[in-house]
């Protein structure tokens, strides 16, 4: 199965020591690796489908500190959908003006939705089919932008009938607030004030991050397996979906 990570912030913030430990992951996960960084309506998106352990690309990703409020990453383990570029998440497309940003984590079998012009995967992957779903239904349920809420309310609606094909981990980002949903495997932390050192689990590496951070800095941290060996990760139960806005799970 393929890798998450997902990070929502009050700020912007780089995310180059939990990628560094995420990367490492790829020993297992080779097929591939993206991540997506929001820059107010913008987004920096890098792909590969070389194994993030030894891609140049990824490599330019640890040492460029590119600072964002809402950032996905995904390491990917070939289900569906052959290796190549077209089949490398994070998928980007857009709707009501904004841009969207996807990675799955599962395995969706016998999906195969009906979708109109609007929304159509370029790859073959199970993943880029359940986006274009997604946003078409987000396009009949809502004439234009609606609100966290009103979205989180929808999506969640939405995330039953395809995890019933399957296992539907994934993180889904407008720039606005990052939502993450759990059928398997999903973790998540806010880290704020006050910050302590972490340790990451796959990397000889420690960081203490109240020498880089501000009192009134504080960021979700959503993962698929926990980061750091001394942080206390909080498991997603299965079936949940929770939206992050300014760094913290907002009750909808």
């Excluded at 073959?124 to 809420?149: I, Y």
């Excluded at 951070?213 to 001394?230: F, K, N, Q, W």
């Amino acid at each position: 199965m393929c890798q998450l990570l997902g990070m929502n912030g009050n700020t912007p913030t780089d995310i180059v020591f939990s990628f560094t430990g995420f990367a490492t992951r790829a020993a297992e996960h080779k097929d591939g690796f993206g991540i997506a960084f929001f820059e107010g309506p913008g987004v920096r998106c890098f792909v590969d489908h070389t194994s993030a352990s030894t891609s140049p690309v990824a490599a330019m990703v640890k040492r460029y500190p590119i600072r964002s409020r809402q950032v996905i990453a995904h390491i990917r383990k070939a289900t569906q959908g052959r290796v190549a570029l077209e089949n490398t998440h994070p998928f980007v497309r857009e709707l009501w003006g904004r841009y969207w940003v996807f990675a799955h984590n599962g395995d969706l079998k016998d999906f195969h939705p009906k979708l109109h012009a609007a929304f159509h995967p370029v790859g073959d992957t199970d993943s880029e089919r359940a986006l274009c779903w997604l946003l078409q239904e987000l396009a009949k349920n809502h004439a234009s932008l609606p609100s966290v809420q009103h979205l989180t309310e929808t999506l969640r609606e939405l995330a039953a009938p395809l995890a019933a094909h399957g296992s539907f981990n994934f993180l889904l980002s407008n720039g606005d607030a990052l939502w993450a949903h759990a059928s398997t495997h999903l973790h998540w932390l806010v880290r704020q004030h006050p910050f302590r050192s972490a340790r990451l689990q796959d990397e000889d590496l420690t960081v203490n991050f109240a020498e880089l951070t501000t009192p009134e800095d504080r960021v979700a941290v959503i993962v698929t397996e926990p980061l750091t060996a001394d942080e206390a990760w909080e498991a997603f139960a299965p079936g949940e979906l929770k939206v992050f806005q300014g760094g913290v799970p907002l009750d909808y």
